[in-house]
Each structure stands twice: as structure tokens, then as C-alpha cells.
């Protein structure tokens, strides 16, 4: 059975840093990433990374703030966040797919249960 597990979510202030991970069990993927949720929107890409580090990010503000790695030998995929701003808070979910990294939700085959991150002003 495949699990996506992620951890490391709460609540920081504004200007602070968090650092998620998702684990996989039952099977490896060739993409990793990560969406957002905030409440009443829809579920919004953050960034990917393939099982050769290729990475893409849904903006340049983010990738100039938030970072995608993972580690392949334990299935792990990571997102460190810096410079936390309230408007990033949301439930933030893992995703995967043995396909290409994109930034569309539908092309993401499993997701984990997602993890609240919390940023007071």
C-alpha cells in the first residue's frame, strides 16, 4: 500500500522558517512535490523535484524563499521554508507521480494527509 506521510508543519511567526517532509512507503517515484491549500481556494503547486534533483517551482518568489531536495534512499522529499509570510499559510499536502514534474494537481497520482503551517504576523 503507498503512504505519503509528511511531518514538520505548525505554526511560526512571520519572518521564520519550517522545514516539511513527506515520506513514501510502497513504492518509489520518479516526482516529488508539494501543493498548497489555503481555506477557500484551490490547491496551489509550491514545487517539485525529480529522482535526478530536477526542480521546478511555482514562482520566483518562492523559489527564492522556500527550497525543494529529497533524499532517494529513503524516499523523502523536503521543503525548507525561509522568510515565512502569513499569506503562506495553508494545509500543505505531498504529492507524487511516476511521471515528469508539472504544476498541475491532476497530474499527481498519491498525496499524503497534509500538514498545517501557521504564520502569525
Known amino acids: 500500500q503507498v503512504q505519503l506521510v509528511e511531518s514538520g508543519g505548525g505554526l511560526v511567526q512571520a519572518g521564520g522558517s519550517l522545514r516539511l517532509s513527506c515520506a513514501a512507503s510502497?513504492?518509489?517515484?520518479?516526482?516529488m512535490g508539494w501543493f498548497r491549500q489555503a481555506p477557500g481556494k484551490e490547491r496551489d503547486f509550491v514545487a517539485a523535484?525529480?529522482?535526478?534533483?530536477?526542480?521546478?517551482y511555482s514562482t520566483d518568489s518562492l523559489k527564492g524563499r522556500f527550497t525543494i531536495s529529497r533524499d532517494n534512499a529513503k524516499i523523502t522529499v523536503y521543503l525548507q521554508m525561509n522568510s515565512l509570510k502569513p499569506e503562506d499559510t495553508a494545509v500543505y499536502y505531498c504529492?507524487?507521480?511516476?511521471?515528469?514534474?508539472?504544476?498541475?494537481?491532476?497530474?499527481?497520482?498519491?498525496w499524503g494527509q497534509g500538514t498545517q503551517v501557521t504564520v502569525s504576523s
Open positions: 504529492a507524487a507521480t511516476g511521471g515528469t514534474a508539472t504544476r498541475l494537481v491532476g497530474d499527481y497520482d498519491y
Open positions: 523535484i525529480t529522482w535526478s534533483g530536477g526542480r521546478l
Open positions: 510502497g513504492r518509489t517515484f520518479y516526482t
